[in-house]
């Protein structure tokens, strides 16, 4: 496997005071192992997102992961891919992915994500 293979790339909401704080707290808990993750804030990209084929309101919505081989995944997959790769985290990341708690945990996701954007007036229409 390449470097370039191994190497996250995360569509995140820059904007969003709780998606910065769990990137902070994720490049802490994953110590070295965050230097293979490039943390791109999706604020103002809304043409480089179309070139790689995501939706910018999609990805307002949910997070994206570029896994390097230039899959994009999305929503609790691409939670699952970046938690996977730290130790204290996998566990968390085989939990959510059971397909008992899988569906209840992504209408959960949703819904938080639509109040938390509708509350700071960036509601997509």
């Given at each position: ?35 293979a ?57 085989w ?13 959960f ?8 954007l ?8």
């Open positions: 496997m390449t470097e370039s293979e191994d190497r996250l790339r995360v569509f995140y909401d820059g904007a969003c005071p709780s998606c910065v704080r769990d990137r902070k707290l994720y490049e802490r808990l994953a110590g070295r192992t965050s230097d993750v490039e943390w791109v804030d999706i604020t103002g990209r809304d043409e480089e997102l179309k070139q790689l084929g995501i939706d910018p309101v999609a990805a307002l919505q949910e997070l994206h992961v570029d896994d390097g081989r230039g899959n994009i995944h999305r929503e609790l997959d691409a939670y699952i891919l970046l938690m996977s790769r730290v130790w204290l985290l996998k566990p968390l990341a939990l959510i992915g059971l397909p008992v708690i899988r569906p209840a945990l992504a209408k996701y949703h819904r938080w994500v639509g109040e938390r509708e509350k700071t007036g960036r509601l997509p229409k």
